[in-house]
């Protein structure tokens, strides 16, 4: 039998701000309230983050809570009745609040309820190679429904309840669509028999769950939610880690960790910062996507940090049990922070400048200093003659307020401090031309930045005398790591560190127009004419094409209708206004966001 819309409404009462204000010290504006969901017996009620807040207060049916999120849900309501929440932000730091503001909903039924046989008929199991497949056979074909994995760890914060953990996954999209629910049906919705692979290794968990249920174009839930538990015969270790801190300085970090046995493990470190905003489930995933070979570890090793690492700044050291891709004990961590920079007011540099090839130089600065802050780059002999000689401080500015930064801002993700060592390519250098190595040492006092006197070497990138490697047999390793919905980064590895070659992430519907028909030319020329580019095609190919290994964070190739994406990259040759493609490579599998 065909399902029968079962259409949910509710009539949302105007938002309003009471006049209970407390006076004491109020710096938060109140939230302003919507109602994001509804259905006969539940709703949503969200808001957007209040500047300075870092909780909420809401009061439902004489009852307050507090969360950290921006929308809570309730459920288990009775149809045809009218309900009211009060919603205000909190400032724990401060000590502050915002007044009260308040919304009220009504729920309602109409039509006719769905047919109480219709079932999705959801079934799991999983496969080799951590592949989780899922299954659906619905009796009502045409009838629109939804499904999604979820690791075990997500469901245990809903208490075994199928509905609210469906809900939650509805909400979460709405969010992402920005409560565009005809948009997110779009997307979302499925239609008769379902069979799909999900590879959840980066999420290995001893339990995965299916949630499944019937949805309509307004993101209500139409049907009751079936759901399936899958269980997952994973190794577990009972290794357990003493992690010291050997070294901790300005531009160091060596950490000492000692295992109670001889299973593997993984040494990471990240910044503070970002594994403090990952919920568990996240932190696995970003765990296991950063493993590899370097940071893999059995009994006691010593590990030394130097690049990247900054002064007044945190660091979170992370270390786990590994074993064909899972974590097998729990995450270990231990935070630290580097010291504060040293003020040198003679800081001196030794510059060492090694020309590789016609568009490459390694560049070498070691400060008198190795705790004083600096800061290093390459420009053109012309530009800093004209321009920067006699105000280098001018050149940091202008890079700054180029990317809508202030000075310290920039200063903050682009200083340095120690002995650094750098490759410039094709990317800053040109053959056969005339550059600027400079650096200058900086402290701050207050908000100000107080420059000492730069210093420079000038030097010269040999002439192109072509055969800049062998493109045509150019091979790479590709690969993608998700860190959320429609940001990834992107691993690209060449066989020749010197050959030029483009990459590009590729959707299904992309690779089957241009790359099944060989038409890598056709993919990157639509590309440069959708670029605003002003110049010829090869001019731009020549602007995108790299050497060397590319690992960038990307987020512009998110497509909100699709959800498979594949790494290509190839080999290229610019010969005057000609362009010429070598054969590409591709990731074996599809990159699936889900």
């Known amino acids: ?69 921006v929308s809570v849900s309730f459920e288990d309501l009775k149809t045809d009745t009218s309900y009211t929440v009060k919603v205000k932000a909190v400032s724990t730091v401060a000590k502050a609040e915002s007044e009260w503001s308040e919304i009220s909903v009504e729920l309602v039924s109409s039509g006719t309820p769905p047919d109480p046989e219709y079932v999705i008929n959801l079934t799991a199991e999983m496969k080799p190679d951590m592949v989780l497949n899922v299954k659906t056979s619905p009796t009502d074909k045409e009838a629109p429904y939804y499904f999604e994995p979820v690791p075990g760890s997500i469901y ?38 379902e069979d799909k692979d999900y590879n959840i290794s980066k999420y290995a968990e001893p339990e995965f769950f299916v949630f499944a249920a019937g949805i309509d174009e307004e993101m209500n839930i139409t049907t009751a939610v079936e759901s399936v538990k899958v269980s997952l015969d994973l190794p577990v270790s009972e290794n357990k880690f003493v992690i010291v801190v050997d070294v901790c300085t300005q531009s160091e970090i ?65 270390v786990f049990g590994y074993e064909e891709g899972v974590i097998t004990t729990a995450i270990n961590r231990k935070d630290i922070r580097t010291p504060d920079p040293v003020v040198v007011e003679d800081l001196t540099f030794e510059f060492e400048i090694t020309p590789v090839g016609p568009r ?62 750098y490759t410039y390519d094709d990317f800053y250098l040109s053959p056969d031309s005339d550059y600027v190595l400079f ?12 420059w000492l006197e730069a210093q420079y070497e000038d030097f010269h990138t040999p002439a192109d ?98 959800w498979y994406y594949k790494l290509i990259a190839a080999g290229v040759v610019v010969d005057g206004d000609n362009v010429t493609f070598y054969a590409p490579s591709e990731m074996y599998l599809w990159y699936e966001t889900w």
């Open 439 to 450: 650096a200058m040492g900086y402290y701050v006092e207050g908000d100000q930045v107080i």
């Open 465 to 562: 005398e072509g055969g800049e490697g062998p493109v045509e047999n150019l091979t790479f390793e590709l690969q993608i790591m998700g860190v959320e919905i429609g940001r990834f980064y992107v691993d690209v590895i060449p066989s020749d560190n010197n050959a030029p070659y483009v990459y590009a992430v590729m959707t299904d519907i992309e690779y089957d127009e241009y790359f099944l028909p060989d038409d890598i030319y056709g993919y990157f020329y639509q590309q440069y004419e959708n670029s605003g580019f002003e110049g010829t095609f090869a001019a731009y190919v020549e602007s995108i094409s790299k050497t060397g290994e590319s690992y960038e964070l990307s987020d512009y190739y998110q497509s909100d209708d699709c």
């Open 360 to 421: 490459e130089v390694d560049v070498e600065i070691r400060p008198s200093d190795e705790a004083a802050s600096y800061f290093y780059d390459v420009v053109s002999l012309s530009d800093w003659t004209q321009y920067y000689q006699n105000e280098p401080s001018l050149y940091v500015e202008e890079m700054a307020d180029s990317q809508g930064r202030d000075v310290l801002d920039y200063l903050d993700a682009f200083g340095s401090i120690g002995t650094v060592t």
């Open 156 to 193: 245990e914060g809903f208490n075994d309840d199928p509905e609210a953990m469906f809900m939650d996954i509805i909400n979460t999209y709405l969010e992402y669509y920005q409560y565009d629910s005809a948009m997110a049906f779009e997307n979302l919705k499925m239609t008769g028999d």
């Open 254 to 318: 060596r950490v000492t960790v000692a295992p109670t046995n001889g299973d593997q493990y993984a040494l990471i470190l990240q910044d503070k910062e970002t594994v403090d905003a990952l919920s568990d489930t996240q932190l696995k995933s970003l765990l296991l996507s950063l493993v590899n070979d370097n940071n893999l570890c059995v009994n006691e090793t010593t590990m030394t940090y130097n690049k990247n690492i900054v002064p007044s700044h945190d660091y979170s050291i992370l």
């Open 1 to 69: 039998m065909k399902l029968k819309s079962f259409i949910f409404g509710a009539i949302a009462v105007l938002a309003f701000v009471s006049c209970d204000r407390n006076t004491d010290g109020l710096v938060l504006d109140a939230p302003v309230l919507e109602i994001s969901y509804t259905s006969s017996t539940s709703f949503t009620v969200a808001w957007n983050a209040v500047e300075g807040a870092d909780m909420y207060t809401y009061e439902f049916m004489e009852d307050q809570a507090s969360t950290e999120k």
